[in-house]
């Protein structure tokens, strides 16, 4: 096969998309480049399951030799995917799932793996660009082509695809997918962007995907394999049509019992009752009639929701019962147990010192987190048995949405808070939004915790049903209008702007109008909650919790440092030895003490300002004697400092011999005289006994 390549422009930069080179017995496959970064995707496709659901699976490699480094550990080797592959995965497969067709069940699966990272240009967006081209050229079928795209804002300029460099600069980090139609996946985070803005930023990715798309179409059409047949879906239009007149009104019943486990049951009800009724007076046409009550049962729910009435009872823009209950756990940091409607989180925040950051090794380099937000899902909160294994994907992605939420508001750490905070939200009721109810909990913990964030950050899932001309947006989603819905769409922030963003969208066309109407019922949702949020607590707590250890900086020279480390690190180790306290001493001279009791942290401090003391002139010190020689003695007076005391500054009159006056260890009062250059003390009994009015025994 011919080596193919298509070049397109995101920005001001070149994409280069090749095929032909690699992977050639893969269903299809490229190689995408943005600067030295490369990844090579596959698409590969195989048998029908039968499952019942389409069985994708989107998985992103990393290899550290793509960036020129060895893995660490004892073995070497890359191991479990990070949790940036597990996010990367998710930000595939979320674009990419929705354009398959409904009756496609062959097992599939899209490889993303990272060739080269020049640690310059991030390689997930370049993932998704390159999957859904491998997809293109393969013979799976697919209404694509997709592309990603990210989008940063410098000093009032959007970027396309900013460098690491430009991210660090930016006040947003927002990745979308788009396809020749609409934008089908936005994920990101702001520092507290205003709405409109948001949106000129979408529409912005928008415009600069469109060179890669039409590259994409072209590659198909040049190259690509003919596309595998699939079945159409099946219809029942007159099964649905005897279902929908003899159970609708039971089935809107059903749907509108407030309840979710009894509407559930409700539901259930119905459908043995329509199975029971066709397996005596239509046996043979079963299975038509249980496809037909599905499909009546999401066309009555739908009707329901374009009507203006949701299953709660709920107009579309009214928000759940929201109950907050702040410092609920007694040993915790920080806590708070946030309930809207049935779903419940339970927040706890940990403060703990630098030294407990988390260190990563990352295709980007060395990376250190000092705050994290880890969400768990148990089955429970469903009322289901699910055993406690590894995170799963949902989790790390729904645990990093609401981290991103809550960044923008947290001081700079550890620079002005000098801890490692970590958060984490157990959900123990779930009914939509519990990654919003993550980041409600958060905010009400970080400032029980006494964190000093300047307001609130709150979340809201919106929703949205729209048939032809017609859509209802809605607030605050239960999870079963989520299901239904045609668009999922989170959107955190604070009073002054959006701080976290998702969007995941099944139809084509949403328009500028329609985003702004969204966004706008949002901020209002948003503002609702931030009010009760603000009426459980307003501000942090003045003090930190009795449980949370105390972390102190203070500043010696940087010539000090080695005074305060010692030989090996003996005299570090001694503090921390004698006082229960841990330190830690950086390159630029920042000491940070922390410990769980204030007097000992003191201690520390004490000690450590005495390894790095400077003398001052005329100041009077008591210091040992460390060595007498003919013409003086060597006394220090400070921790690691020594001055030359002179025979004649030893007393007034003559002196034989420094041994008449001075021994080794004894301890004695002299005065600072002079700080000769290069470090030279000298110093002067005879002048500190004067000064002091003391008369010499000797």
């Keep these: 096969m011919a080596i193919y390549r298509e070049v397109a422009r995101i920005g001001d930069r070149e994409l280069i998309i090749e095929t032909g080179r690699m ?35 989107c998985d992103y490699v990393e290899n550290q030799w793509a960036a020129g480094s060895i893995p660490g550990g004892y073995f070497k080797r890359e191991a479990k995917p990070s949790t940036k592959a597990t996010l990367t995965s998710r930000l595939i497969d979320r674009p990419m799932r929705p354009l398959f067709p409904k009756t496609f069940e062959n097992e599939t699966q899209l490889v993303a793996w990272v060739i080269s990272a020049d640690r310059v240009n991030d390689t997930d967006v370049l993932s998704i660009t390159g999957c859904s081209a491998a997809l293109m050229l393969s013979d799976i079928p697919f209404a694509g082509p997709v592309v990603g795209v990210r989008v940063g804002r410098v000093d009032g300029k959007f970027i396309a695809n900013p460098t690491f460099e430009e991210r660090e600069r930016s006040e947003m980090d927002i990745v979308l997918a788009v396809t020749l139609d609409a934008i089908v996946m936005v994920e990101g985070s702001a520092k507290e962007t205003p709405d409109e803005i948001m949106i000129d930023a979408l529409d912005f990715g928008r415009d600069a995907a469109q060179d890669a798309l039409q590259a994409q179409v072209r590659m ?38 407030p309840d979710k486990h009894e509407r559930y049951a409700a539901i259930n009800a119905v ?7 066709y397996e005596e007076k239509a046996p043979e046409e079963l299975d038509a009639y249980k496809e037909a009550y599905g499909n009546i049962r999401r066309k009555v729910s739908r009707e329901m929701i374009l009507d203006g009435k949701r ?108 801890y490692t905070i970590r958060i984490v939200s157990d959900v123990l009721e779930s009914n939509g939004s519990s990654s919003m109810a993550s980041v409600c909990g958060g905010s009400i913990a970080l400032m029980d915790a006494g964190v ?11 929703g949205m049903i729209k048939e032809g001309d017609r859509y209802q947006i809605l607030s605050d989603i239960l999870g079963d209008e ?68 105390r972390v102190v900086k203070i500043k010696v020279p940087v010539s000090a440092i080695g005074a305060v480390i010692g030989q090996g690190g003996s005299t570090i180790r001694g503090i921390q030895d004698a006082t229960g306290t841990t ?67 030893l007393t007034e009159g003559r002196v034989d011999s420094v041994d008449d006056i001075l021994k080794e260890g004894d301890e004695v009062m002299v005065k600072v005289l002079e700080m000769e250059r290069g470090g030279k003390i000298r110093l002067s009994r005879r002048a500190a006994l004067a000064e002091k009015g003391e008369v010499d025994l000797n």
């Excluded at 050639?24 to 039968?50: D, H, I, P």
């Excluded at 942290?601 to 060595?627: N, S």
């Design 452 to 462: 000093p964030i300047p307001r609130h950050t709150a979340g809201i899932a919106m």
């Design 311 to 418: 299953m709660d009872g709920r107009g579309p823009k009214d928000i759940r019962d929201i109950t907050i209950e702040p410092g609920y756990l007694p040993r915790s940091h920080g806590s708070a147990i946030f309930t809207r409607g049935e779903t419940q989180t339970l927040v706890s925040v940990t403060l703990g010192t630098e030294r407990e950051a988390q260190r990563l090794d990352t295709l980007e380099g060395d990376e250190t987190r000092n705050f994290m937000l880890h969400y768990n899902f148990p089955g429970f909160c469903v009322g289901e048995v699910k055993p406690f294994r590894t995170t799963a994907r949902r989790e790390i992605g729904h645990g990093f949405l609401a981290e991103r939420a809550l960044t923008a508001t947290l001081p700079d750490l550890p620079a002005d808070f000098p």
């Design 23 to 57: 992977a050639r017995q893969a269903g299809g496959s490229v190689v995408v480049q943005f600067g030295e970064s490369m990844v090579l995707c596959t698409a590969t496709a195989g048998g029908k399951r039968n499952l019942g659901f389409f069985p994708l699976v």
């Design 482 to 549: 989520d299901h239904l819905g045609d668009m999922d769409f989170k959107i955190c922030g604070t009073e002054k702007g959006i701080t976290a963003f998702q969007l995941d969208t099944k139809i084509k066309g949403l328009n500028r109008e329609t985003m702004n109407a969204a966004i706008g019922q949002a901020r209002a949702g948003i503002q609702h909650i931030l009010n009760l949020m603000t009426q459980t607590i307003s501000e942090p707590r003045s003090d930190l919790a009795d449980t949370a250890p």
């Design 583 to 649: 330190v830690m001493i950086s390159d630029d001279g920042t000491v940070s003490i922390s410990s769980s009791n204030a007097l000992k942290a003191q201690q520390a401090i004490e000690i450590i300002e005495g390894l790095t003391a400077t003398p001052d002139v005329g100041a009077i010190y008591m210091g040992t004697v460390k060595k007498v020689v003919d013409f003086g003695a060597f006394i220090e007076i400070l921790p690691g400092t020594e001055g030359l005391c002179h025979i004649s500054e």
């Design 271 to 277: 459908k043995d009752e329509v199975v029971a009724y």
């Design 220 to 257: 198909a059409e040049a190259i690509g394999k003919a596309k595998t047949a699939v079945e159409e879906a099946p219809s029942f239009p007159k099964h649905e049509k005897e279902v929908e007149k003899r159970y609708a009104k039971k089935i809107v019943a059903a749907l509108t019992v």
